[in-house]
């Protein structure tokens, strides 16, 4: 049998599949899909939408040695039951989503937060390969986050930890989906930006600012000042050799890069800014389901 290892990234707009095989000491990309996740009609056909992507990855690529789901929120490691997935529409709290799927597959389902997948991926094998301390942030329908220290996914006591875009920025802020007031997320999510620059989506807010739009260019000078915010708290408790960025936001490159090192930089003394990276996810949109697929492997 194959060394393989499948990840599943599930995602409120798609689901993103991926083969991985070791090479040598590290791994290569055997395969990748994607299919519409339908998050607008529930649990039960979000979960079998996955099981055939999961299925059909398998008959595409060949048998799998583990199974890895990324997932848009919090959930019971002993259960896998569903505790919050705040973007995602239905009646998930308490779903047994890993029972479904282990049912459906016949195979043992790790399941892992998306955005600590994200940071997995571009720790092991991405744009933060080889470095001993790093610092991930997903921009995008939600923030997320994940740490890397010495090549290990840092969870936590209660596996939680790395929530980067659920960091208190405005104790009076708007309410987040995670119940908390004033997060990152709250204060700089797509919805937001769109919003800052009163344009229909964060897509349009980035090709209006590549023209010189002024309403979408403050719109991202301000979403990347509480980015910055953020990502400046985690210099300063982390200390992290780098910190990288990804997710639909970060896709528009420098526009919104830039702006959030200035940002980051601003507010970190303890520092020499010069020291301070803050670069572009290498891993493209199937970052999340490689990161599955190694924590379907790696057990983090």
Same mark, same amino acid.
């Given at each position: 049998?194959?060394?393989?290892?499948?990840?599943?990234?599930?995602?409120?707009?798609? *689901?993103?599949?991926?083969?991985?095989?070791?090479?040598?000491?590290?791994?290569?990309?055997?395969?990748?899909?994607?299919?519409?996740?339908?998050?607008?009609?529930?649990?039960?056909?979000?979960?079998?939408?996955?099981?055939?992507?999961?299925?059909?990855?398998?008959?595409?690529?060949?048998?799998?040695?583990?199974?890895?789901?990324?997932? &848009?929120?919090?959930?019971?490691?002993?259960?896998?039951?569903?505790?919050?997935?705040?973007?995602? &529409?239905?009646?998930?709290?308490? =779903?047994?989503?890993?029972?479904?799927?282990?049912?459906?597959?016949?195979?043992?389902?790790?399941?892992?937060?998306?955005?600590?997948?994200?940071?997995?991926?571009?720790?092991?094998?991405?744009?933060?390969?080889? =470095?001993?301390?790093?610092? /991930?942030?997903?921009?995008?329908?939600?923030?997320?986050?994940?740490?890397?220290?010495?090549?290990?996914?840092?969870?936590?006591?209660?596996?939680?930890?790395?929530?980067?875009?659920?960091?208190?920025?405005?104790?009076?802020?708007?309410? /987040?989906? /995670?119940?908390?007031?004033? /997060?990152?997320?709250?204060?700089?999510?797509?919805?937001?930006?769109?919003?800052?620059?009163?344009?229909?989506?964060?897509?349009?807010? =980035?090709?209006?600012?590549?023209?010189?739009?002024?309403?979408?260019?403050?719109?991202?000078?301000?979403?990347?000042?509480?980015?910055? *915010?953020?990502?400046?708290?985690?210099?300063?408790?982390?200390?992290?050799?780098?910190?990288?960025?990804?997710?639909?936001?970060?896709?528009?490159?420098?526009?919104?890069?830039?702006?959030?090192?200035?940002?980051?930089?601003?507010?970190?003394?303890?520092?020499?800014?010069?020291?301070?990276?803050?670069?572009?996810?290498?891993?493209?949109?199937?970052?999340?389901?490689?990161?599955?697929?190694?924590?379907?492997?790696?057990? &983090?």
């Amino acid at each position: 049998m194959n060394d393989r290892h499948l990840g599943l990234d599930l995602g409120g707009t798609s *689901i993103k599949v991926a083969l991985l095989e070791r090479s040598g000491a590290g791994f290569k990309v055997v395969w990748t899909d994607q299919t519409d996740t339908r998050a607008w009609l529930g649990p039960d056909v979000v979960t079998d939408t996955l099981v055939q992507a999961a299925h059909h990855a398998i008959q595409s690529g060949g048998p799998v040695t583990s199974v890895g789901l990324g997932v &848009p929120g919090l959930f019971e490691r002993e259960t896998g039951n569903v505790l919050l997935f705040p973007n995602l &529409p239905g009646p998930w709290k308490g =779903y047994p989503l890993r029972k479904v799927m282990e049912g459906a597959i016949g195979r043992t389902v790790w399941m892992v937060n998306d955005a600590r997948a994200f940071a997995l991926a571009e720790g092991t094998m991405g744009a933060g390969a080889g =470095y001993r301390t790093v610092a /991930c942030m997903t921009l995008g329908t939600g923030i997320g986050g994940g740490i890397m220290i010495e090549g290990r996914l840092h969870q936590g006591a209660f596996g939680v930890a790395g929530e980067l875009g659920h960091q208190t920025i405005d104790p009076n802020g708007p309410r /987040c989906g /995670c119940g908390n007031r004033g /997060c990152v997320e709250a204060l700089a999510k797509a919805a937001v930006l769109a919003e800052l620059a009163g344009k229909g989506s964060a897509e349009e807010v =980035y090709e209006t600012a590549a023209a010189g739009d002024e309403a979408s260019l403050a719109a991202i000078r301000r979403v990347a000042e509480y980015i910055g *915010i953020g990502l400046a708290n985690v210099v300063t408790l982390l200390g992290p050799d780098r910190i990288i960025v990804g997710g639909g936001i970060a896709e528009a490159g420098e526009l919104v890069l830039q702006p959030i090192r200035e940002a980051v930089r601003e507010r970190v003394t303890l520092v020499p800014t010069e020291l301070i990276e803050v670069v572009p996810a290498s891993l493209g949109n199937s970052a999340g389901a490689l990161g599955a697929a190694l924590a379907g492997l790696l057990r &983090p």
